[in-house]
């Protein structure tokens, strides 16, 4: 059973940085999709950034040049760092993890909620004005 379990989340004020982790238990997939999602409240949960076997990373457009996604295999943990924070960054971070689709062009990730099939917990990050 693969377990993961975010931290590194909490409050920090306009323009100021955190880096979450994602710690990874019991990994089985061979080739897999890691990503981070955020629900603010009262919104859909969004993908944030996602990672893949290859360590090809791709990032929603809001974060780019903010937010990196990156891991530390000999670790099984899983980082996004987050610079130049804005208030609309607020918001339950979650982590996740599934296996890479397949089509004629090769293995790749999206940043569709049905790909993963496993969620931590959440972390709250919570930016202020």
């Known amino acids: 059973q693969v377990q993961l379990v975010e931290f590194g989340g909490g409050s920090v004020q306009s323009g100021g940085s955190l880096r979450l982790s994602c710690a990874a238990f019991?990994?089985?997939?061979?080739?897999?999709?890691m990503g981070w999602f955020r629900q603010a409240p009262g919104k859909d949960r969004e993908g944030v950034a996602v990672?893949?076997?290859?360590?090809?990373?791709s990032h929603t457009d809001s974060v780019k040049g903010r937010f990196t996604i990156s891991q530390d295999n000999a670790k099984n943990t899983l980082y996004l760092q987050m610079n130049s924070l804005k208030p609309e960054d607020t918001a339950m971070y979650y982590c996740?993890?599934?296996?890479?689709?397949?089509?004629?062009?090769?293995?790749?990730?999206?940043?569709?909620?049905?790909?993963?099939?496993?969620w931590g917990q959440g972390t709250q990050v919570t930016v202020s004005s």
């Open positions: 019991g990994y089985t997939y061979s080739r897999y999709c």
């Open positions: 996740a993890t599934g296996p890479e689709l397949y089509s004629s062009g090769g293995y790749y990730c999206t940043p569709s909620e049905t790909l993963y099939n496993y």
């Open positions: 990672i893949d076997s290859n360590r090809r990373t």
